[in-house]
């Protein structure tokens, strides 16, 4: 089962696997509800698997990851802490939930398009330095990577946009973005919707003005 984003990344990853011989069903998890995040997202993914002839699931996780991660990211931010919510998001979601529901239906390995690879199961850094994303799965255990694939991790990110081309999706993925997934705006409007703010003394750690 892989976990398909929408993306290049992980759509290139699916198609990948079936290029390899593997029987692909394509995931996409639902994280945040349709007033934040549009279905439009939704709809490329199948689109997507439908272009790469693979089934195509929904798994919602949408309570999951307001708790284990939005809650976490508020938490922290009123504490006066920068909170990193894609280090949740894998160990909790991606890599927890997400790896146990699909055992539990039958499939052998999860995929996802991370930039990182797995060798004798051990977490190693992508082959594409700059785009390497092992920092952010370094607490997966071996009994996961032992269930987890990594399809691009040795591939470069203009190799991975050359195979979308070559596999004929390039067009139905959606543009790349570096913002927090669940973020559309600026932080402080997020802030203020969901937080109760009130002005207050700045302090530094030692609790002084």
Known sequence: ICAISGGVDSS???????????????????????????????????????????????????????????????AEYQRGRTPNPCVGCNQDLKFGIFLKKALALGADYIATGHYARIKNVKLLVAKDKEKDQSYFLYNLTQKQLKKILFPIGNHTKSKVKKLAKDFKIADLVRPESRDICFLKGKHQDFFKKHLRLKPGPILNTSGKR
């Not at 439908?50 to 798994?59: A, Q």
């Open 12 to 74: 290139v990853a699916a198609a990948l696997l079936k290029k390899q011989g593997f029987d692909v069903i394509g995931v996409f998890m639902k994280l945040w509800p349709e007033k934040y995040f549009s279905l439009n997202v939704q709809k490329r993914v199948k689109k997507i698997t439908k272009k790469l002839s693979i089934p195509f699931l929904v798994f919602d996780f949408s309570k999951e990851f307001k708790k284990k991660v939005v809650d976490y990211f508020l």
